[in-house]
């Protein structure tokens, strides 16, 4: 049993190092640096007002980042395309490789004028309860339906955030039903020559609180980013951006 746990890490810890994260986005605009750093704070505020300027701009010229209040996940750099050139370069990093591909099409839409890619459409609201309801069931679930038909995600996205919650579930889960099994109350001799009932199920057990203490963690966990998606979702869906998935 043991060791059928330490398998489980062991792919969680793959499915977590083997994907590189902050990949990042880049965008290159006419213009010079201050003039879009003026049209990028507009355009943050006006999404949700949740951020703020990092002086550790790593050698650009300006740097923004979300607060925790904040739904969206983005971490954006402007600076010069070269010394010699007044045109700038506009840089996106996002924990999902689906909000920094997000956030390209709507600076592209809003900035560039670019017509949405091809197949990409409008953005339809999603619904916090049914969110949260499916995560009650299973925080795999929740990811289901949030990743749906929404620019928060890549396919890579869902298949990451749904394996670390199915994993981390089974882990935590099956390691608190095995302890509550191994620590079920023995019958000694007397009991069998008394014929007294036995300890009863795991779930009779002292220690059964511990297995629905193991499936609160990773459901309050999701709740939270469940909270994050469905609110980041719907901000981008009251604007006319359309996106390819």
């Known amino acids: 049993m043991n060791r059928f746990f330490r398998k489980l890490a062991l792919c969680f810890l793959f499915c977590s ?11 290159e605009i006419m213009g010079t640096p201050d003039d879009l750093n003026l049209r990028l704070t507009a355009l943050l505020s006006k999404m949700d007002p ?4 990092d002086d550790r701009t ?5 740097r923004y980042r979300h607060t925790w209040k904040n739904p969206y ?16 370069i506009l840089r996106i990093e996002s924990a999902r490789s689906g909000q920094e591909r997000m956030w390209k099409q709507i600076i592209e839409q809003e900035f ?10 409008p953005l339809e609201r999603k619904y916090h309860v ?8 299973s925080p795999v679930a929740s990811v289901g339906y949030n990743s749906w038909n929404s620019p928060l995600y890549t396919n890579k996205d869902t298949l990451i955030s749904m394996a670390a919650y199915f994993l981390v579930d089974l882990i935590l889960v099956g390691g608190a039903y095995y302890y509550a099994e191994q620590n079920l109350p023995k019958k000694n001799i007397w ?5 007294e009932k036995g300890p009863g199920t795991v779930w009779e057990s002292p220690n059964a609180i511990g297995i629905f203490t193991a499936l609160a963690v990773t459901r309050a966990v999701r709740a ?8 980041a979702h719907n901000k981008t869906a009251q604007f006319n951006w359309s996106f390819r998935f």
Do not use: C, H
Request: charged fraction near 20%.
């Open 130 to 137: 049914i969110s949260q309801g499916l995560n009650l069931i």
């Open 58 to 62: 790593k050698g650009f010229l300006f």
């Open 224 to 231: 939270f980013d469940a909270w994050e998606d469905t609110s």
């Open 191 to 195: 009991s069998n020559m008394m014929n």
């Open 112 to 121: 560039l004028r670019k017509p949405p890619a091809e197949f990409a459409v």
């Open 17 to 27: 190092v083997s994907f590189p994260l902050f990949a990042g986005e880049t965008v």
């Open 73 to 88: 996940d983005f971490d954006i750099y402007i600076g010069k395309v070269s010394k010699t050139s007044q045109d700038s």
């Open 50 to 53: 949740n951020f703020y300027g």
